[in-house]
């Protein structure tokens, strides 16, 4: 099986990681599930402050993703959703201000433009509980209702991103502030395994969470 | 059977229904209901219909090339059987299903149905082997609910409202105009469940404004289904001969498969031009032009799908499921249809084939899992026919006997029962 890991990922992540590269401030940026955090955040840029490795160690739910426009740009603070583990493996959704990024159509790379009206770009990493190491060649469909009718059903694109290594993720455009579930269907990575791997992820895996969405004005 | 006697059981199949409706019938008395109906006559069939349910192609209509024209709307009733299933259940099953035989001509512009039975009906309620296995998740990236109904009842007619007074007589024993004889099932089946939709030119285009499908109402105003394209084509399709089981029990039956399925066709239509929709529906080497001539095959040329892998890095959903083919002939024969329900767009994909394994196969075929091994442009749901664009919650096995053993098959001394 020759697959690289550059290759296997169908979306490079474009502006996002190069402004937190310059913004130093990798590795502090995530915020934890609750309302409260968004404040002290309020001041970054578009796209700053990824970070994957802070995830937390624990499951949550219930976060809070705010927004505020900075310069004609919807800022968001990259935001914890919620997080679960499943066999080892850490789930965890975040949002973080709209991006573009490249999907690769078959032939050629295209770019994917954050719309007016799009509210964040979710994120889904799949990482080991134990080790934070990136699970790629995996799948992650992603289903967001407001009072039960859905308003965001997509299988989201595996990713790569400098900061964040391989994720799934994709623009979101929620239709106003209020609270969504959101319901994630993992696919079993479709790749070798060292034998550690052996007996996990062998069928597909949900987990429904809970999150608020505050834009600004 | 004559007219006085009919008119004798509707008579006392109308003040059934009515003591119910007053609501203080005891249990004893539904008992007594139960145990009437083996006293009860039963009605007579119309002369000539099919001895297999599902041979339905004869009375349908044909297009121009010759492709049959689907029933324009569905209904889908599950049920269970109520308490342990006895000859009399099947008396009063048989007695509806030759009801609505008699009021309305087989055929689209009356009524066409079938029954299925499912796994646990044998296994559960008859303590026998199922000719069908349950149903399963038959891909990584699905989590559907397999559903345990006993019964499937799948109607279908070029007719909306028809479909629903035929459910409000069978399921709520409201009176079915034009009809003669017994309908109502309570005594011996308990409603669990209703799908409905369509499918036919202008109908999706018609109904879109639901969850699922962007609000510039992009189907196109003749599409038969909510992804714009045909579907059904002769050659695309297994023939009701190819499908149906030579011999046993089950000889002239079939078996069904029903998924339900959501529908997201945000990107499909918003972010896809007509090339790569013609990509992912058919193949990356059929144009927009030449899918729009086709005419009783999508040639979608199985033996390129090596090709299409490396070459394009998308394969096409005809494509991926045409190397399911058997002598070159499809193993199924699709029966699915739109729908609106619970106002999101979705599909309730009914398909027949000989065996549960046909249908598997061919599932399997569509999702082409190994594509991914040798280009990774291609994922299980990236650059993946129409995978990305179905999400199945719901699905379920059901064997369809012939007609002459629809009602409550393999039942210890249904023969007799039902003579």
Redesign the interface.
């Known amino acids: ?1 020759r ?2 890991l550059a ?2 990922a ?1 979306c490079l992540l474009l502006a996002g990681c190069a402004s937190a590269d310059k913004g130093g401030l990798a590795g502090t940026m995530v915020a934890p599930p609750t309302a409260t955090a968004s404040s002290t955040m309020s001041s970054m840029s578009p796209g700053a402050g990824t970070s994957t490795m802070a995830m937390p160690s624990h499951d949550s739910n219930g976060g809070t993703v705010t927004s505020r426009r900075i310069g004609g740009l919807m800022a968001v603070p990259t935001t914890v959703l919620a997080s679960t583990t499943w066999q080892g493996m850490r789930i965890t959704a975040e949002a973080r201000s709209a991006v573009a990024f490249l999907v ?4 050629r790379l295209q770019e ?1 433009k954050p719309g007016p009206r799009t509210s964040f770009h979710l994120m889904v990493m799949l990482s080991d509980a134990q080790t934070g190491s990136p699970i790629p060649y995996a ?1 992650v ?1 992603a ?1 967001i209702a407001k009072a039960g ?3 965001y ?3 989201q ?2 990713m790569i991103a400098r900061y964040m290594g391989p994720h799934y993720g994709n623009n979101v455009t929620l239709p106003g502030p209020g609270t969504y579930s959101l319901t994630l ?1 993992v ?2 990575p ?1 790749a070798a395994r060292h034998m550690e791997y052996a007996g996990v992820w062998l ?4 987990a429904s969470f809970t999150f608020h969405w505050r834009p600004g004005a | 059977m004559n007219e006085r006697r009919y008119a004798l059981t509707r008579r006392r199949f109308i003040m059934r229904a009515a003591g119910a409706a007053a609501g203080g019938l005891a249990t004893g008395v539904l008992e007594g209901a139960a145990r009437a109906a083996t006293a009860v006559a039963l009605g007579a069939q119309p002369p000539g219909l099919p001895a297999r349910q599902f041979a339905w192609d004869a009375t349908l209509a044909r297009d121009r090339y010759g492709n049959a024209i689907a029933p324009r709307y569905d209904r889908l009733l599950f049920f269970d059987v109520k308490g342990t299933p006895t000859t009399a259940h099947a008396r009063q099953l048989e007695n509806a299903l030759r009801t609505l035989e008699r009021t309305y001509p087989w055929g689209p512009s009356g009524l066409l149905f079938t029954v299925g039975w499912g796994h646990g009906y044998f296994t559960r309620l008859l303590g026998t082997s199922s000719p069908v296995p349950p149903a399963m998740a038959l891909s990584d990236f699905e989590l559907p609910t397999i559903d345990d109904y006993d019964l499937c009842l799948h109607l279908a007619c070029d007719e909306a409202l028809r479909l629903a007074a035929v459910e409000a007589a069978l399921v709520g024993g409201a009176p079915l105009s034009g009809a003669s004889g017994p309908l109502h099932l309570a005594s011996a089946l308990v409603w669990r469940e209703t799908r409905t939709g369509f499918v036919g030119s202008g109908l999706p285009a018609a109904n879109q404004q639901v969850g699922g499908i962007p609000s510039d109402r992009p189907v196109p105003a003749g599409a038969p289904l909510y992804m714009g394209f045909k579907s059904g084509l002769t050659r695309n399709q297994a023939s009701e001969d190819a499908i149906a089981i030579g011999a046993g029990p089950f000889a002239e039956g079939t078996t069904q498969q029903v998924s339900y399925m959501r529908l997201r066709l945000d990107s499909w239509y918003g972010e896809l031009s007509d090339r790569e929709r013609v990509a992912r529906m058919y193949a990356p080497q059929v144009t927009p032009q030449q899918a729009a001539r086709f005419t009783v095959d999508a040639a979608s040329d199985p033996s390129l799908y090596g090709q299409a892998v490396r070459r394009y890095g998308v394969v096409g959903h005809a494509q991926t499921s045409a190397r399911a083919r058997r002598a070159g002939k499809p193993l199924i024969l699709r029966r699915d249809f739109d729908t609106a329900d619970g106002g999101q767009a979705g599909l309730h994909f009914v398909s027949l084939q000989r065996t549960i394994d046909d249908f598997i196969a061919t599932r399997s075929a569509m999702n082409a899992s190994d594509a991914q091994f040798h280009n990774p442009a291609i994922t299980d749901t990236v650059n993946n026919g129409i995978n990305e664009f179905i999400f199945v919650l719901k699905r379920a096995n059901y064997i369809i006997p012939s007609r002459a053993e629809r009602s409550f098959p393999a039942l210890p001394g249904l023969a007799a029962a039902l003579r």
Not at chain 1, 104 to 107: A, E
Not at chain 1, 203 to 206: D, G, K, R, S, V
């Open positions: 099986m697959r690289a290759t296997a169908a690769d159509n078959g032939t994917v799948g469909w289903t009718k859905i308003v059903d997509e299988r694109w595996p269907l696919s079993p479709a069928h597909p895996h949900e």
